[in-house]
């Protein structure tokens, strides 16, 4: 019986010994770990504001060469380094660093009124007047849209928005609208390798 006793407090002074040293060793690492950038945050552990949209535009006012900035806030009790150095403690109001988003290249030709041309005035040549191509929008003009096959397959590229504007800039399209974004291969696209039978 007293062995049996001395087993049974030696067994839970060992497994309270265990949970001690594993609750400090733990915040031993928590405690001694740098605190990173806010800009290494991960998802979850900040919150980025919606961008202002320009309602000419249907882009982020702040649009410079297909970027834009937007504010992040760091969410409660986050500890991070700002851009300057020093390390601050978030309630989740301050913002801690900006985020940069991708915006669109437009100068002024509407999506939705280059599909109403194409659908209604295709046959005159319209919709590639508007777009900025004058000699296609003449020549499907004088062929009444080459006798409507041309302006078929014009609606279909501009509803796609494959055909953009002459200039090289995008539509005019809202900004939470149906926007198409191209998918290209390139060098460094990661191709993932065949495996061999």
């Known amino acids: 019986m007293a062995s049996s006793w001395r ?9 309270w010994s265990l949970i001690f ?3 400090y060793s733990h915040l031993k690492l928590v405690l001694a770990e740098e605190v990173d950038s806010c800009d290494n945050l991960r998802l979850g552990q900040y919150l ?9 535009t ?3 006012e702040n649009c410079r060469d297909v970027t834009a900035w937007v504010e992040c806030l760091p969410a409660p009790n986050i500890s991070c380094r700002l851009s300057n150095g020093t390390e601050f403690r978030f309630s989740g109001e301050e913002v801690g660093f900006n985020k940069t988003i991708p ?31 004058p000699a296609l929008g003449l020549l499907k003009f004088c062929t009444v ?4 096959i041309g302006t078929l397959i014009d609606f279909i590229m501009i509803a796609m928005q494959i055909v953009g504007p002459a200039d090289g800039s995008n539509y005019i399209v809202d900004y939470y609208g149906a926007r198409l974004t191209r998918l290209s291969i390139t060098n ?10």
């Open 7 to 15: 087993r049974l407090v030696c067994l839970r002074s060992g497994v």
């Open 21 to 23: 040293y594993s609750v």
């Open 58 to 60: 249907q882009e982020p």
């Open 145 to 148: 849209g080459f006798c409507g």
């Open 103 to 133: 915006c669109r290249n437009v100068s002024g030709y509407s999506y939705k009124v280059a599909v109403a041309l194409s659908l209604f005035l295709g046959w005159l040549g319209a919709d590639r007047f508007y777009l900025g191509y």
């Open 48 to 56: 980025c504001k919606d961008p202002k949209i320009d309602e000419s």
């Open 188 to 197: 460094q696209t990661y191709r993932k390798p065949h495996l061999s039978l």
